[in-house]
């Protein structure tokens, strides 16, 4: 069956550094990939989409990787800040034109001053 | 825009008792989607609609539950009858469609449900 695997446990980094999230995922072959942001009690929020012919995005502070040989996805925020401080989910979406995308379980991103 | 709208916010409830959750998607989006969140199972796809027509209904659990979108700017999702195992929270979400980045999905506020 399709797993999507991000990592459970929180990551703690320090302000200023680079933050590395992984996405991996198996039995799948998505068209594209995302990344969105959740905080505590709101939906999540978009942050940005790479397509299966892409190996790299950016925006702003944020990069996106997407190794379709690897299944895995890696998503770096540089010069992180405590406003950071979020889940980051993954999220693959098919090529059959359908809309649907399956999420992964997000990680936790703790950006400590 | 007010992006996606979500009634109620909160809903407590008793076991056995109907619970109706409602949506508004943005403006022109072409498809509407619910899940349902939990700490155990993260972020689940319950059902989507695209032009107002369900095309995969495959992740609602059981007959308790349906969602109906009448038109383009509103949408349901009930649960008949509600157990203490449906708590959680659940998100409204809308895309403009496929391709050139109309995939990305805009979330609502989510509503949070808890069934006693």
């Known amino acids: 069956s399709q797993k999507i695997e991000q990592n459970s446990e929180a990551l703690n980094i320090q302000e200023g550094k680079t933050a590395t999230l992984t996405c991996n995922y198996t039995?799948?072959?998505?068209?594209?990939l995302q990344w969105y942001r959740q905080d505590p009690g709101r939906g999540p929020v978009f942050l940005l989409l790479?397509?299966?012919?892409?190996k790299e995005k950016r925006k702003e502070r944020l990069k996106v990787t997407f190794d379709t040989t690897l299944k895995q996805s890696l998503f770096h925020i540089t010069a992180s800040q405590p406003a950071d401080s979020a889940t980051y989910l993954c999220?693959?979406?098919?090529?059959?034109?359908?809309?649907?995308?399956?999420f992964g379980q997000g990680t936790t991103l703790q950006v400590k001053p | 825009d007010a992006g996606v709208i979500q009634s109620p916010r909160h809903e407590v409830t008793e076991m056995g008792q109907e619970v109706t959750l409602r949506c508004k998607p943005i403006s022109g989006h072409d498809y509407l989607f619910w899940y349902r969140q939990t700490m155990m199972r993260g972020l689940e796809l319950l059902i989507y609609f695209n032009n107002n027509v369900p095309i995969d209904d495959s992740g609602m659990p059981e007959d308790r539950f349906s969602a109906k979108m009448p038109n383009a700017s509103f949408s349901t999702l009930k649960i008949q009858p509600s157990e203490p195992r449906d708590s959680a929270v659940y998100f409204c979400a809308s895309s403009l469609g496929q391709g050139g980045g109309q995939e990305t999905q805009y979330f609502g506020p989510g509503t949070r449900l808890l069934v006693l």
């Open positions: 999220a693959l979406g098919h090529s059959s034109n359908t809309g649907k995308l399956i």
């Open positions: 790479i397509r299966e012919n892409e």
């Open positions: 039995n799948y072959s998505p068209a594209y």
